[in-house]
């Protein structure tokens, strides 16, 4: 079984700032890991995904995430926050093959000028 | 190359009704699978379809059932609507052979049940 700790349902930052989002996963073999996100109204897109090969995964936007398995972690970052990157950002895990995704319960990522 | 496109974009029934929402999945995918995600909540997954069976199903009640049809597009059908029920219905579908498991999303379909 697979589950995803996201902590803070709330992350504000100013614009120009670091972006961090914290993302926990629990699996019991070698997952994959996703970051997805929703502006609002609208449904899911991919912003990067991790399938075992670089530990360090960039994504479009700017966005990247990197794989700790020592610390069970894949957060997501972004070095300077843009208005447009508010929205919300769902982290996800499955073991692949014929297994679908498990989804965190989100972090809402709120942008000041 | 077409996305996954889902109808209705928004509905409102009552308790009580039943509901159908359609997807048509990505050219070249041949399984879907449905999220429910409800007001401030990460998608919860209902089931998957591959090859026109039920192939995984979460913790949902048996008035929540599927189809899919041989052009692997979806049917998603409540029963029995309870007010609950309201959330956003996401379908996604990919390409399921050796796959790392990326889903390719619609853009939903908002319930509002009254």
């Known amino acids: 079984a697979q589950s995803v700790t996201q902590l803070g349902s709330h992350v504000s930052v100013s614009e120009g700032a670091l972006v961090l989002l914290r993302c926990n996963y629990s699996s019991s073999v070698p997952p994959y890991l996703f970051w997805y996100v929703q502006y609002p109204n609208q449904g899911l897109q991919l912003l990067l995904k991790?399938?075992?090969?670089?530990?360090l995964v960039k994504g479009i936007n700017g966005f990247e995430a990197e794989f700790k398995k020592s610390e069970t972690s894949f957060h997501l970052t972004k070095p300077s926050a843009h208005m447009s990157d508010a929205a919300e950002y769902f982290c996800a895990v499955t073991p692949g093959g014929y297994s679908t995704l498990t989804f965190g319960k989100g972090t809402m990522l709120l942008v000041s000028p | 190359e077409t996305g996954v496109t889902q109808s209705p974009t928004h509905l409102i029934k009552t308790r009580g009704q039943q509901v159908t929402l359609r997807c048509s999945s990505q050219?070249?995918?041949?399984?879907v699978s449905w999220y429910q995600q409800a007001l401030g909540q990460g998608p919860q997954f209902i089931f998957q379809?591959?090859?026109?069976?039920?192939?995984g199903r979460g913790n949902f009640p048996p008035r929540f059932s599927g189809l899919q049809f041989p052009n692997y597009s979806s049917e998603l059908n409540v029963n029995a609507l309870e007010l609950d029920d309201s959330a956003l219905y996401l379908c996604?579908?990919?390409?399921?052979?050796?796959?790392?498991?990326?889903?390719?999303f619609g853009e939903g379909s908002r319930l509002t049940v009254l």
């Open positions: 991790y399938t075992s090969a670089a530990t």
């Open positions: 379809y591959y090859r026109e069976e039920e192939n």
């Open positions: 996604a579908s990919s390409f399921r052979q050796g796959d790392t498991g990326e889903l390719f």
């Open positions: 050219s070249g995918h041949n399984t």
